[in-house]
């Protein structure tokens, strides 16, 4: 099945259950609340390797609630850089990439509800909207880790404002976890050719958020079998790898807690700094605003304190 009629259908599935209604076929923040900066375009021309794509970005809006957005990406050909700056910024910045099983990107609970709780803490923080690997591009799954390279090169170079080179990081959900894990584990390999002098500077993040991450988890069609994964990037955990913080529910139903736990051990046999949270209950996809009321709503507070512990966010920004 070609990509067009397996984008159109996996669209077309979610209308027909009344889950989802068609929204702007580009992501735009969903306030104009104080912290929303910019849209920047994380590649200056065409992103690399798009001969074959011929994807159609479409934005999903699967709530029903008309006060508070859902929206799921499909189609990205174009990925950007979406910028909240705190009041009181504290010159971190953090690289925010949602999840979606790879087919999608969940902008909204797993996006901006992020973005605004680093920004409450002080910390700039830039919501990445990636390519996908299964749209036909020539780098295949390296597709979305050549994204995340070239935006923590951005944020390094100024392009989101003043921010501390050395305390630039990422964090990642689920399949956006697993991009966390791919640019922390693998962030001094070149995956792309330098298209301007933003490419001279480092694309390893100083740290790494997993939350619930795919590490390694097969990649999903949206119409066929499980795709093999392309790299194993636990057994590549050296360390040069920058600490990371972990977090995963034991009764997550889609990603198995067991994953993270290998992470974690491998990153304490390399001895990396790395901090382990395991909540009883949380499930998966949860986010920010899910996690309410749920032992796993904990998880922001102890993520900004590690980071705190280990300077890379500090008190003067809350």
């Not at 068609?22 to 992103?47: E, K, L, Q, Y």
């Not at 700094?273 to 986010?287: D, K, Q, S, T, Y």
Request: hydrophobic content about 40%; aromatic content about 6%; glycine content about 10%.
């Amino acid at each position: 099945m070609d990509i067009n009629r397996r984008q159109v259908l996996l669209a077309a599935a979610a209308i027909a259950t009344g889950s989802v209604r068609i929204a702007s076929a580009r992501p735009t923040p969903a306030s104009s609340a104080d912290g929303v900066g910019r849209t920047i375009r994380v590649w200056p021309s065409a992103a690399p390797g798009g001969s074959r794509v011929t994807v159609v970005p479409t934005v999903l809006e699967r709530s029903k609630d008309t006060a508070v957005h859902d929206r799921a990406w499909l189609g990205i050909t174009d990925p950007t850089l979406t910028v909240y700056t705190p009041s009181k910024p504290d010159g971190s910045a953090v690289l925010v990439m949602p999840g979606g099983a790879y087919l999608r990107v969940v902008i909204d609970k797993e996006g901006e509800d992020t973005a605004r709780r680093l920004n409450a803490s002080g910390i700039t923080a830039a919501v990445l909207t990636y390519r996908l690997p299964g749209d036909g591009w020539d780098a295949g799954r390296d597709a979305p880790l050549q994204d995340a390279q070239r935006a923590i090169r951005l944020l390094r170079s100024g392009a989101a404002g003043a921010i501390d080179p050395t305390r630039v990081g990422v964090i990642g959900y689920s399949a956006g976890g697993d991009l966390a894990a791919a640019a922390a584990i693998r962030g001094d390999n070149v995956t792309y050719e330098s298209v301007d002098a933003v490419d001279r500077l480092s694309a390893r993040p100083d740290f790494a958020g997993l939350m619930y991450a795919a590490v390694d988890m097969p990649l999903r069609q949206a119409d066929g079998p499980p795709l093999p994964p392309a790299r194993t990037l636990v057994s590549q955990i050296t360390s040069r790898t920058p600490p990371c913080f972990l977090m995963h529910a034991a009764d997550d139903p889609s990603v198995p807690v067991r994953t993270s736990l290998e992470v974690f051990t491998a990153l304490r046999d390399a001895k990396v700094p790395a901090e382990l949270h395991v909540f009883e209950e949380g499930g998966h996809g949860f986010g920010i605003r899910m996690a309410a009321g749920k032992p796993v709503q904990a998880w922001p507070d102890l993520f900004v304190a590690w980071g705190r512990r280990h300077r890379f966010f500090t008190a003067t920004g809350a």
